[in-house]
């Protein structure tokens, strides 16, 4: 019974330090096609609510079905059929102004600035404070990760 007691005891501490890395594991995706709705229910003739241009990366929140729940960079959250959905990882700028640097490093050259809702794909995993992305009329650089949403 002593032993139950400790287990009850610790348990919600665990879980409570366990919580930011569940929310590190997160599913995004991109458009595979423009024009791809976003609807409020998981069926075709459902009310549409947003048209998304291809490469906009949004978050896979659950899958049922060929139906895909997703949320984009503003919080809205509904439909979308998996099919339009590709493995493609893209990420989205979400302050008014942002860098892409030549090496991750605050100091390093610009390559290039960016303004808000700008679509990057993703090159690698981050690790660290910095993403390294590509404009798709760009070279590949480096882009701090408080900049962009989608990962």
Same mark, same amino acid.
């Given at each position: 019974?002593?032993?139950?007691?400790?287990?009850?005891?610790?348990?919600?501490?665990?879980? *409570?330090?366990?919580? +930011?890395?569940?929310?590190?594991?997160?599913?995004?995706? /991109?458009?595979?096609?423009?024009?791809? @709705?976003?609807?409020?229910? +998981?069926? +075709? %003739?459902?009310? !549409?609510?947003?048209?998304?241009?291809?490469?906009?990366?949004? #978050?896979?929140?659950?899958?049922?079905?060929?139906?895909?729940?997703?949320?984009?960079? /503003?919080?809205?959250?509904?439909?979308?059929?998996?099919? $339009?959905?590709? %493995? $493609?990882?893209?990420? %989205?700028?979400? %302050?008014?102004?942002?860098?892409?640097?030549?090496?991750? #490093?605050?100091?390093?050259?610009?390559?290039?600035?960016? #303004?808000?809702?700008?679509?990057? #794909? *993703?090159?690698?995993? @981050?690790?660290?404070?910095?993403?390294?992305?590509?404009?798709?009329?760009? !070279?590949?650089?480096?882009? +701090?990760? $408080? /900049?962009?949403?989608?990962?």
């Amino acid at each position: 019974m002593r032993a139950r007691h400790k287990l009850t005891k610790w348990f919600p501490a665990v879980a *409570l330090a366990l919580l +930011p890395l569940m929310a590190t594991a997160l599913d995004y995706r /991109s458009v595979a096609v423009s024009g791809a @709705p976003m609807l409020a229910e +998981p069926a +075709p %003739q459902s009310k !549409k609510l947003y048209l998304f241009s291809r490469d906009t990366p949004l #978050e896979l929140v659950s899958v049922n079905k060929g139906w895909a729940k997703v949320r984009d960079v /503003s919080g809205a959250m509904g439909w979308m059929e998996v099919r $339009k959905l590709a %493995q $493609k990882r893209t990420v %989205q700028v979400i %302050q008014p102004y942002a860098e892409v640097r030549v090496r991750a #490093e605050d100091g390093a050259p610009v390559l290039y600035a960016l #303004e808000r809702d700008v679509i990057l #794909e *993703l090159l690698e995993v @981050p690790s660290g404070r910095w993403a390294r992305v590509r404009h798709r009329d760009g !070279k590949p650089g480096y882009i +701090p990760i $408080k /900049s962009i949403w989608g990962l």
